[in-house]
């Protein structure tokens, strides 16, 4: 690329390359200026048409290629000609560039800069076939975003289960799209990570949950009975597991059966019972069970649950602790009764919420947009 002198002052000139409404020749004319600050700064200007960047590309300044690399106006065609520059970091820079089309992504994925194959994994338009290719990458940080990326084929997935590195393999076991046979396979892999890793995939066959519902490290265990997959017999037997934590956590899943759920509310640490309470899947008479419950948190957690009956909030309404009266009054489903009740509660927090209750009648707000509290007042009005 040429440069030529300009009589205008080096302050005018960055002026003009670098404001939006600048006239397309003047912008012209600077791409091609003698100063390479005034250059840079016609290449970062994101309102500098593309034909203009494209005269750019083979600019004597690193600093500008990059820069013209990064524009968000760079077109296709500016994009393909800056793929085959001599600097792997301009290169690089289109890789990540977001209007790198498939060709331009398919070159730079045979680049020989492991940074430039690295940026060309992860992004949303590289093709199918590309990514099967970068699967086999000497990098493993390649492979490990071909792994991550949310458009690899089955088949490449399914190759790299069996990939030396835990970070890929673990990947694998975290995508929504790996076929049932690879995790299975996983399930049984010597890392933990890619062990847990398989637990928490809602994409995971029964078989491969059944197996790690038997893991000896409680966090996998936990895992298993958090997925909203897991078989109703597999929640079942982690209702019995030696860990509390792993309890709580199928006591919480919305995936839990009825009955499993009714065991877990006698369970003996009173988290587990919190966790039974907070289940919106929880039968109504275990819940109504629950509002008697000694533990505050377990009665505020029936409190807050939406699935708990009209009935049973209309007499939590009443209780003794005022948080779990403040649950009660930030639950939709109260009545319009129980939330007028609660409307003249000693307290004013628990008045507070009733304001903001969708479920609120007009004349319990009517009464709390007279309130001796402003901030209860302003919430009244506010609704």
Known sequence: ?????????????????????????????????????????????????????????????????????????????????????????????????????????????????????????????????????????????????????????????????????????EAIASHHSTPADALTLLASDSRERVREAVARNPAAPAAAIALLAHETYWRTREDVARNPIAPAD?????????????????????STPRATLEKLASDVVWWVVTAVADNPSTPHDTLTLLAHDFNECVRRAVALNPSTPATTLALLASDANGWVRQAVARNP??????????????????????????????????LLASDCVEWVREAAARS
Request: charged share 20%.
């Open 1 to 169: 690329m040429t440069t030529q002198t300009n009589p205008l002052p080096l302050s005018e000139r960055l002026a003009l390359a670098l404001h939006s409404a600048t006239r397309a020749d003047v912008i012209a004319m600077l791409a091609g200026d003698d100063n390479t600050l005034v250059r840079l700064t016609v290449a970062q200007n994101p309102a500098t048409p593309s034909n203009t960047l494209n005269t750019m590309v083979t600019d004597d300044q690193l600093a500008v290629r990059i820069a013209v690399a990064q524009n968000p106006s760079a077109d296709e065609a500016t994009l393909y000609q800056l793929a085959h520059d001599c600097d792997g970091r301009v290169r690089e820079v289109v890789a990540r560039h977001p209007s790198a089309n498939e060709e331009t992504l398919h070159k730079l994925s045979m680049d020989g800069s492991d940074w430039v194959r690295v940026a060309v994994a992860p992004h949303r338009s590289t093709p199918a076939a590309t990514l099967a290719v970068l699967a086999s990458d000497r990098d493993s940080d390649v492979r490990d975003a071909v792994a991550r990326h949310p458009s690899t084929p089955a088949d490449t997935l399914a190759k790299l289960a069996s990939d030396n590195q835990r970070g890929v393999r």
């Open 234 to 254: 597999t929640l079942a037997t982690l209702a019995s597991d030696g860990s509390e934590f792993v309890r709580a956590t199928a006591a919480r899943n919305p």
């Open 333 to 366: 489903a109260a009545s319009a009764a129980t939330l007028t009740l609660l409307a003249i509660d000693n307290e004013w927090w628990v008045r507070y919420p009733v304001a903001h209750n969708p479920s609120t009648p007009a004349d319990a707000l009517a």
